[in-house]
């Protein structure tokens, strides 16, 4: 399994069931952590692009919206997210 960044700007008309619709689908990965607001880490078999795809095909990202999806090295560090986050990272990465 490849562990990713994702982060994302909403943009145009939207309300609070969209970033519900994201974070729902965001949650389908089969591991995942959101760290922050709009940053989560996804682990899955699927490459950044068949991500971002998969997100617009199901509706939850469009033309006006921005992503970027990253690869994760292994190597990193944190400061000032939450517990849980902060848990599921630890036991993920390794501080650089």
């Not at 994702?6 to 943009?11: A, E, K």
């Not at 999806?69 to 390794?94: C, K, M, Q, Y």
Request: net charge negative.
């Amino acid at each position: 399994m490849r562990y990713y960044v994702l982060s994302y700007d909403l943009r145009g008309e939207i309300g609070p069931q969209d970033y519900i619709r994201l974070a729902d689908a965001l949650r389908t990965a089969p591991d995942f952590c959101r760290a922050l607001w709009s940053f989560w880490v996804v682990g899955t078999e699927l490459a950044p692009a068949e991500i971002i795809n998969r997100l617009i095909s199901i509706g939850v990202i469009d033309g006006s919206d921005g992503i970027v999806v990253l690869e994760i090295t292994g190597r990193g560090d944190f400061f000032n997210v939450h517990p849980a986050a902060a848990d599921w990272l630890r036991s993920r990465i390794s501080s650089s």
